[in-house]
């Protein structure tokens, strides 16, 4: 089955500063790859998605770059705000039985100090 | 986006009880509904892949006996938790899939905390 790694666990930076989280797989099937933001007691969100025919995605302050060969994709964030505090999971989904099941990264807890 | 709705929230039960949580799409048909678990500060577990009309698929280590899953209808999946005991205490999330959409995006509940005194 699919196996997702992401890195890093935490991360702390400064208001304005960028952020990158980093996430690696294993299945060269799967061919979508969301992006989703946690924060503290409620349900994940997805803040943008990528599918494997694009290499790259932008949306206002948030982008998502995948590199097929490689198996990795990230998720970059300019301009960071306090809000922007939470915790970050990235997925792949791959086809099982024809189902599609995501599989999620470990989670990066972003914290943006004002 | 589409909205699902997981109720309880929150729920307390005595060890030995047995606790069912609901998981709805509100504006969509979802053939395939997924149950998570979360503990804190960390991922979301696959459990179990909830498909309508059919038996669910468990993942390796999860006791189909234990959580009972049941998808009736295109815009339900239950997750029963029978025979709760403290080390079954954890947030349990739920997500489902627009059946028009084969390989999108995922919504996801809004948890429910349940706690086993």
């Known amino acids: 089955g699919e196996n997702v790694e992401q890195h890093p666990s935490t991360l702390s930076v400064q208001e304005g500063d960028s952020a990158v989280i980093k996430c690696t797989y294993s299945?060269?099937?799967?061919?979508?790859f969301p992006w989703y933001k946690q924060e503290l007691g409620k349900r994940p969100q997805l803040i943008i998605d990528?599918?494997?025919?694009?290499g790259e995605k932008k949306d206002q302050r948030i982008a998502v770059t995948l590199n097929k060969t490689a198996k990795h994709f990230s998720l970059h964030i300019t301009e960071t705000q306090p809000e922007d505090s939470a915790v970050y999971f990235c997925a792949a989904s791959s086809p099982s039985g024809g189902s599609y099941i995501p599989t999620f990264g470990r989670g990066t807890s972003l914290i943006v100090h004002p | 986006g589409a909205v699902v709705s997981q109720h309880p929230s929150r729920v307390i039960c005595k060890s030995g009880t047995s606790v069912k949580i609901e998981c709805r799409s509100l504006?969509?048909?979802?053939?395939?509904m997924f149950w998570y678990r979360q503990f804190p500060k960390q991922s979301l577990m696959l459990m179990a892949t909830s498909n309508e009309g059919s038996k669910a698929t468990y993942e390796q280590g999860v006791e189909k006996d234990k959580f009972l899953i049941n998808h009736a209808s295109l815009t339900l999946s239950t997750l029963t938790v029978t025979s709760a005991h403290p080390e079954d205490s954890s947030f349990y999330i739920c997500?489902?899939?627009?059946?028009?959409?084969?390989?999108?995006?995922?919504?996801f509940g809004q948890g429910t905390r349940l706690t086993v005194v």
């Open positions: 504006d969509f048909q979802a053939t395939t």
């Open positions: 990528i599918r494997s025919n694009v």
């Open positions: 299945d060269s099937a799967s061919n979508y």
């Open positions: 997500s489902a899939r627009d059946v028009e959409g084969l390989n999108t995006e995922a919504f």
